[in-house]
T-cell receptor
Framework: SQQGEEDPQALSIQEGENATMNCSYK?????LQWYRQNSGRGLVHLIL?????REKHSGRLRVTLDTSKKSSSLLITASRAADTASYFC???????????FGSGTQLTVLP | NAGVMQNPRHLVRRRGQEARLRCSPM?????VYWYRQLPEEGLKFMVY????????ESGMPKERFSAEFPKEGPSILRIQQVVRGDSAAYFC???????????FGPGTRLTVT
């Protein structure tokens, strides 16, 4: 089964609102990364948070990590129509460098 | 600095034909990863390579699939005798020797008819 699961599966909000997506995983990790994928396109790397970090910011993005609950959240503030995309969390663990992806959250920002 | 390059972007093959997907990593990156994405799903790891070496192929199907990353030139993912179930988007990612971030190419969308 997949390492990560995103929640919700789909989210629709108005432009200017904040969007929060959650990711849960099953085993201890080294790092957790968030990616964005526009429809039919490749993945864009957003942010990486290490297992010993609790919060990280990048522009309008805020990521938190709770290793005791094996979960992470991605907050996008002041959303824009251009933020419409699928968002995936991906984890790596142990000595393996492969990423294990969740099933994604489809975010729609309405103008 | 050019990103990860993949070609072709779209590939149509009939059942039984061979598909060859190419990936050129970002400049300075020596690690290449291949992932497959089925419709409406997340990406699934297939194989991890460094120059001339397969490091981890735990996600590769046992038959018909192979990958290489030669000393010179791009990494190649090869699918022999394609079947309809191979239809998917195939993404390549690269990373430098240090650091954990992986940077993805635009993908190759394979359609098997």
């Amino acid at each position: 089964s997949q390492q990560g699961e995103e929640d919700p599966q789909a989210l629709s909000i108005q432009e200017g609102e904040n969007a929060t997506m959650n990711c849960s995983y099953k085993t201890s990790i080294n790092n957790l990364q968030w990616y964005r994928q526009n429809s039919g396109r490749g993945l864009v790397h957003l942010i990486l948070i290490r297992s010993n970090e609790r919060e990280k910011h990048s522009g309008r993005l805020r990521v938190t990590l709770d290793t005791s609950k094996k979960s992470s959240s991605l907050l996008i503030t002041a959303s824009r129509a251009a933020d419409t995309a699928s968002y995936f969390c991906a984890t790596d663990y142990g000595s393996a460098r492969q990423l294990t992806f969740g099933s994604g959250t489809q975010l729609t920002v309405l103008p | 600095n050019a990103g990860v390059m993949q070609n072709p972007r779209h590939l149509v093959r009939r059942r039984g034909q061979e598909a060859r997907l190419r990936c050129s990593p970002m400049k300075g990156h020596s690690h290449v990863y291949w992932y497959r994405q089925l419709p409406e799903e997340g990406l699934k790891f297939m194989v991890y390579l460094q120059k001339e070496n397969i490091i981890d192929e735990s996600g590769m199907p046992k038959e018909r699939f192979s990958a290489e990353f030669p000393k010179e030139g791009p990494s190649i993912l090869r699918i022999q005798q394609v079947v309809r179930g191979d239809s998917a988007a195939y993404f390549c990612a690269s990373s430098p020797g240090t650091g954990w971030e992986q940077y993805f190419g635009p993908g190759t969308r394979l359609t098997v008819t």
